[in-house]
């Protein structure tokens, strides 16, 4: 099985930095997500790494560490519309070909303050 | 590209009622889908997944059950459900090739 951890909430100042950190555990690693949910809708996709590095949106950039099972999800320039939970998932190939699971975390609920 | 639909998008049911909700895929052929569950303020539960038509894994023992008539259809159904079964239930596809798992807009699901 799978096991994901990230912090339960974080609060940040509007126009400032945040880094969410996300460390997974499993044996058929197959890519890490990060998606934003806001309160009551469908999770939308933010970003996706399988290699190693930092991969750049905008002002949303994630960074993959296979090696020590380890991701972060970086938001700059915080606007009050980021307000929301941030989920980090795990994409797992097991029981043979073709058969895939991708496995949440609970979510960072992320609050951004005037 | 690809879409995905899920009906209806809010359902309140008494205690004791049948369940049935049904999601689509457009776009793309043999994909995998699955359902999860989100209670209050928790996260993403993986409830079943499906490789192809007819085949269906669960992975929470519960009283629901999912069913895949078609390619592209996978529906999640239960008999009697229960006030423990209330949540949001996503529909979603993705492949090992996929960048982005896509999912349909929810079902809100109240039982009374």
């Known amino acids: 099985g799978q096991n994901i951890d990230q912090p339960t909430e974080m609060t940040a100042t509007e126009g400032a930095i945040v880094q969410i950190n996300c460390t997974y555990q499993t044996s058929g690693f197959n890519g890490l997500f990060w998606y934003q949910q806001h309160a009551g809708e469908a999770p939308t996709f933010l970003s996706y790494?399988?290699?190693?590095g930092l991969e750049e949106k905008g002002r949303f950039s994630s960074f993959l560490s296979r090696s020590k099972g380890y991701s972060y999800l970086l938001l700059k320039e915080l606007q009050m519309k980021d307000s929301a939970s941030y989920l980090c998932a795990v994409r797992d190939e097991y029981s043979g070909a073709g058969s895939y699971q991708l496995t949440f975390g609970k979510g960072t609920k992320l609050s951004v303050i005037p | 590209s690809q879409t995905i639909h899920q009906w209806p998008a809010t359902l309140v049911q008494p205690v004791g009622s049948p369940l049935s909700l049904e999601c689509t895929v457009e776009?793309?052929?043999?994909?995998?889908l699955y359902w999860y569950r989100q209670a209050a303020g928790r996260g993403l539960q993986l409830l079943f997944y499906s490789v192809g038509i007819g085949q269906i894994s669960s992975e929470v023992p519960q009283n629901l059950s999912a069913s895949r008539p078609q390619d592209r259809q996978f529906i999640l159904s239960s008999k009697k459900l229960l006030l423990s079964d209330s949540g949001f239930y996503l529909c979603?596809?993705?492949?090992?090739?996929?960048?982005?798992?896509?999912f349909g807009q929810g079902t809100r699901l109240t039982v009374v």
């Open positions: 776009g793309t052929s043999n994909p995998n």
């Open positions: 979603a596809w993705f492949t090992g090739l996929n960048t982005e798992a896509f």
């Open positions: 790494n399988v290699l190693d």
